[in-house]
């Protein structure tokens, strides 16, 4: 939809000629009152309501005869929903309305600051300041069915011939969405009706009320009751004044002796999408009779009153009569449902139904207060009934008209002073003039004129106000020039057409700037003239003269140009006098010279002639601002750059030439954390970068010319600071010292633990990759390389009974790759029953390297050993035992045979069951020799990174020898007096034995090994499935030594040095002891 001009007038002569023949003023008269000097003699004493000037009549009527005739305007109407989002793009002028799109500057006047406008484009769009229908100033006392209008104002200047700006009124409607819930004016609503009610009579019901307007107001009412009242009660939704009024109707006999009151529920809902609800409980009250209600003279008064009224000014009377006798005949008036501003405004006699003023009355705040009278009996049953009251609030001329001056398009305005070249064109405008008054009808009919004697007048900028409003344009009206008057004060002066008559004044100083307009004027045969360019046409350049020693005709000389072919038709000569003068403007961008050929010729026949040259040099002016390349500069530098670092290069060109076009770079609002070079335009940064502190610089320069007065733009550096791999994986969970409780009856691929871990670096330095780097000799456990969840991947057996220590490895993806380790105790038992076991298990797994895995129980396989040896030699015990057995049978039977029969000549053989040698003697060399023989060292790691972090641990796990017993040696570190803690371990610890290499150097000695790893955190016994050990501590926790890291790491492998001792033999590090 676009809004033209449709008509032009101009009827300010036809009202001033009138006001003067009715005053008989003359115009000398008039004007002497307007001058400047004479306004104050006309100012009357200030009023309540500030200063006021009040003119006659006649000078009403000059002013009208002054006033301008109104310009042209174009009016622009979008509708948007309420509680858009910011940056929603609500229309653009050069889209939907065909305005210019390049070249031109939009800006916004008025509209802030829930509007802006891009000022290339003039698309409208909103802002962080959310338009909500209902708390706009505009809408708050409209009356239902009024659209809710946003006004705002968008001028338009040509930039390319920087003419007169246009402006466009335009406006927004506010659409109402459903964001508000109706809701009744209290929850628990109470209604009297008495028992000997008719059936069918009907019982209002207090008002709903919703902030939404339209379809998302009130839409419906419903009546929901309990069985006792379902045949008592209904509801009925009545049409009054443009609102549904919810009625309770009496649909059966009423007996106060049976049930004396009833708990209804009355729901409301809005007619939005989706639609709003709410409810309030309904108790109707069953009383005694009382037979006749109140009843209003009138259903609805209607009066007007006047702003300003006194206190106790009577507004009017409402009246209701009731038929009964005694107190129930006597009538009270109470308000019914007012809003609070009626309240504080007015004030209602209880027994008269007088209203008054209590308050002060002002039409600009409230022009119609709405509201409802309820007059109730005294009987012992009350009754009541309701009125409608409207008053109108009449208007009096209490506003003087308000004069707003404001800058226009690229003419700003500081301090109430506006800066304006002299060589702008006639009916440049210099400033946007608003007028406007509060007051109402003739009382805010408002005309402005400009007084003075000054080059400018007002010109009507818009057709579409109202004349309560009007905008004007202030231009010139002739050319400036600053060699005659530098500065103008313009005096403005508005008065409406109430009676009497108010008016205010407003002013404006406007500087007058200069430019360089004078040419130099001499005569020679060649003569060179600086001529500067952007003149007006027709100037003089130069004055050329030619003398004749001739007399007469033959001495009166004609001249004559011939100019350079791009010279012609820029250039015209006087015949006479010889004056060069210039036909146009000249551009010395375009070009810096022209020669000219002027020819004198007498009048004489033959005639003769001679020549000169007149070379012109175009001066330049400070008339192009300086140009960045670009609009905006986006560099992108890498972290931990050395200060003084270049991180980008900005170029800038200058149309003009000389010092006009050397520019001077600079970084505006300068913290010192950014240089540039003015001869390269690189910029340099005064810090080194760190992304992790801040990852984004923005700053802009500023780019000076060396004219008079200088010219400068502005453009727009980001500096975006990439990521190097600077920082190491931080484990957060779990703490070294803390364990969990795994039964064996865990669920194949049940997460057991989660390892947590962060990076402070971002992107591929960021992405995190979890792995189990030792300590899952059984292929017990996985982790999600991603995830960090730890899961349980095959089923527990009883060799797996006891503590699991993984050493998982969190590692980024930078080039190179960062890590940090974390260890993960998992305790595979049915209870946590022996805490000081799991504790001391769990010292000595922090004292043991990284390389040696600790996972499940070693006495298993021993008990395993041990049994099959056990077995073996019951079997040997057996075996042997049957064959003493059979040997003796096989003697005893071959006896008997002997005793039975002799055989002669047969030589009994002696020792004939002597048994044979036993082999127990070689069974034992063999052993003795397989104990001699040295115990085969444990393969080492070879993982590059492990071997990394046991750098400093010389010792290896040792198997026992075949038939040992399996022993524990962990002597500790206690000090003298202290129970052999040692030996208790060795006889009663379950643990595997540590020994060292015999190869080792000192291994005629005794050796000490001390261990210590960093614990987050004591352990945890508390008998629970997990104990994370970073959470709590517990009272039974093996301490070690103090952490040796920051709470933060950054990704270096465990360290393992030699603790101090601690005076508690409980402690301290953990003391392997090993004796030849």
Known sequence: MRFRDLSFWNWGSVLGLTALVENCVSVGEALLILGPARMGPLRHSPGPGGQQLLLPSMLLALLLLLAPSPGHATRVVYKVPEEQPPNTLIGSLAADYGFPDVGHLYKLEVGAPYLRVDGKTGDIFTTETSIDREGLR??????????????????????????????????????????????FASPVITLAIPENTNIGSLFPIPLASDRDAGPNGVASYELQAGPE???????????????????????????????????????????????????????????????NAPKFERPSYEAELSENSPIGHSVIQVK??????????????????????VRRLLRLDRNTGLITVQGPVDREDLSTLRFSVLAKDRGTNPKSARAQVVVTVKDMNDNAPTIEIRGIGLVTHQDGMANISEDVAEETAVALVQVSDRDEGENAAVTCVVAGDVPFQLRQASETGSDSKKKYFLQTTTPLDYEKVKDYTIEIVAVDSGNPPLSSTNSLKVQVVDVNDNAPVFTQSVTEVAFPENNKPGEVIAEITASDA??????????????EPAAKGLFTISPETGEIQV??????????????????????????????????????????????????????????????????????????KGENAQVQLSVEQDNGDFVIQNG????????????????????????????????????????????????????????????????????????????????????VNAELIYSIAGGNPYGLFQIGSHSGAITLEKEIERRHHGLHRLVVKVSDRGKPPRYGTALVHLYVNETLANRTLLETLLGHSLDTPLDIDIAGDPEYERSKQRGNILFGVVAGVVAVALLIALAVLVRYCRQREAKSGYQAGKKET?????????????????????????PKPVKPVEDEDEAGLQKSLKFNLMSDAPGDSPRIHLPLNYPP??????????????????????????????????????????????????????????????????PKYPSKQVGQPFQLSTPQPLPHPYHGAIWTEVWE
């Open 138 to 183: 505009e809408c708050q006392n409209q009356l239902p069915g009024d659209p809710c209008i946003l006004e705002f104002e968008v001028s338009i200047t040509d930039l390319v011939q920087n003419g007169s700006p246009r402006l466009l009124e335009g406006q927004i409607e506010v659409q109402d969405i459903n964001d508000n819930t109706p809701n």
């Open 229 to 291: 009242a379902q045949e008592l009660f209904g509801l009925q939704v009545a049409e009054d004044q443009e609102e549904k009024q919810p009625q309770l109707i009496v649909m059966g006999n009423l007996d106060r002796e049976r049930w004396d009151s009833y708990d209804l529920t009355i729901k409301v809902q809005d007619g939005g999408s989706p639609p709003r609800a709410s409810s309030a409980l309904l108790r109707v009250t069953v009383l005694d009779t009382n037979d």
């Open 320 to 341: 209701a009569n009731d038929s009964d006798q005694g107190a129930n005949a006597e009538i009270e008036y109470t308000f019914h449902q007012a809003p609070e501003v």
């Open 550 to 563: 001739d007399s007469g005709s033959n001495a009166e000389l004609v001249y004559s140009l011939e100019p």
């Open 583 to 656: 036909k146009t403007s000249l551009d010395r961008e375009q070009r810096e010279s022209y020669e000219l050929k002027v020819v004198a010729a007498d009048r004489g026949s033959p005639s003769l002639q001679g020549t000169a040259t007149v070379l012109v040099n175009v001066l330049d002016c400070n008339d192009n601002d300086p140009k960045f390349m670009l609009s905006g500069y986006n560099f992108s530098v890498m972290e931990n750059m050395p200060a003084l670092s270049p991180v980008g290069m900005v170029t800038v060109i200058d149309g003009d």
């Open 680 to 763: 390269t335009g690189t910029i340099l940064s005064s810090l080194s970068f760190d992304r992790e502190q801040q990852s984004t610089y923005t700053f802009q320069l500023k780019a000076v010319d060396g004219g008079v007065p200088p010219r400068s733009a502005y453009v727009g550096v980001t500096i975006n600071v990439l990521d190097e791999n600077d920082n190491a994986p931080y484990i957060t969970a779990p703490s070294n010292t803390s364990h969990r409780l795994l039964t064996p009856q865990t669920r194949l691929g049940e997460t057991v633990s989660q390892v947590a871990a962060e990076d402070f670096d971002s992107g």
């Open 910 to 934: 002696k020792d004939l069951y002597a048994p044979k040698p036993s082999g127990k003697a070689s069974k034992g060399n063999k052993s003795k020799g397989k104990k001699s023989k040295s």
């Open 977 to 1042: 007096g202290s129970p052999d803690l040692g030996r208790h371990y060795r006889s009663n610890s379950p643990l595997p034995s540590i020994q060292l290499q015999p190869q080792s150097p000192s291994a005629s000695k005794k050796h000490q090994v001390v261990q210590d790893l960093p614990p987050a955190n004591t352990f945890v016994g508390t008998g629970d499935t997990t104990s994370t050990g970073s959470e709590q501590y517990s009272d039974y926790s093996y301490r070690t030594n103090p």
